[in-house]
């Protein structure tokens, strides 16, 4: 390059230097964490409550398994109970939507039919339910639910965009690892409101949950705070030292992983400047 000649960014013109060449100003636009974002505290705090509400729904599902096990739970009264706070669920989406000004094209006979079709196939398919799996061990069916509904916890729709979250694949976990629990219980009502309860907890409530928040804010913190209690309450009649556990990851995913994520974001080290790919704003 002769003397005198200031260096341009381009490549389509010779200035008689190598095509890697950049003078002194290149890095005049480096910009250092560009994207970052500041967390408040209480704000992350509130936002894991979704985490621990699905946590407690997994939790509630596994006990209300052990509990028809057991025979402390008869499945006629879980089948009642399931129809109760759908219904009552039901009236409470309806009422959101009605407040929230929202025109639905269902009306409440499609509704209907859709539950009763559902129930029907279920309580029919429920004698194959039984002997699905017995050709298969029950460590094996034990195995095969943990690593499902983890696989629900993990692919669950917490709102955040990423590539691991499918709200269609948390479901399909969670409803076979029902199937596999409901495989290993007494009867055919045992296995047909398990799979009926299962799809409540795993399809119908996080969707409440998700229209409960959106309408009221304040709603959030009691249910996380209600299906907290009433899950650790019921862990107590099964187990003390899960209670324990159980509390402790509560409490790990609500208090120290919030400080965790603040205090990490002093440590990035992200760089942009005019190596990065050109970007076509619209």
């Not at 879980?78 to 929230?100: D, E, K, P």
């Not at 929202?102 to 196939?121: S, Y």
């Not at 690593?147 to 993990?154: C, G, K, P, Q």
Request: charged residues 15%; negative net charge; aromatic residues 10%.
């Amino acid at each position: 390059m002769a003397a005198g000649t200031k260096w341009k960014k381009i490549l389509y013109e010779d200035q008689g230097v190598p095509d890697h060449y950049v003078d002194e100003s290149f890095l005049d636009e480096l910009k250092k964490n560009l994207y970052t974002r500041t967390y408040d505290y209480w704000a992350v705090v509130n936002e894991s409550g979704v985490i621990v509400q699905q946590l407690c729904s997994v939790c509630m599902f596994v006990l209300v398994f052990l509990f028809m096990d057991s025979h402390v739970l008869q499945p006629e009264i879980l089948v009642f109970i399931s129809a109760s706070l759908t219904l009552l669920g039901y009236l409470t989406n309806t009422w959101l939507i009605w407040q929230r000004r929202v025109q639905t094209q269902r009306t409440f006979l499609e509704d209907m039919k859709t539950v009763l079709i559902f129930a029907g196939f279920s309580y029919c398919l429920s004698p194959v339910l039984l002997s699905l799996t017995e050709t298969i061990a029950t460590d094996t069916i034990y195995a095969m639910t943990a690593v499902m509904l983890i696989a629900n916890l993990l692919c669950h729709d917490y709102g955040a965009d990423a590539q691991m979250v499918s709200g269609v694949l948390s479901l399909n976990a969670g409803l076979f690892a029902s199937v596999c629990l409901a495989s290993r219980l007494h009867t055919t009502l045992h296995a047909f409101a398990t799979v009926t309860f299962a799809v409540e907890i795993f399809a119908l409530w996080p969707a409440l949950r998700r229209n409960l928040r959106q309408s009221i804010q304040s709603s959030h913190i009691a249910m996380t705070t209600v299906m907290t209690l009433l899950t650790l309450a019921t862990m107590t009649c099964i187990s003390i030292p899960a209670t324990v556990l159980m509390c402790i990851a509560i409490v790990f995913i609500t208090f120290v992983c919030p400080m965790l994520l603040i205090s990490l974001q002093t440590y990035k080290n992200n760089i942009h400047g005019p190596w990065d790919e050109a970007v076509i704003q619209k």
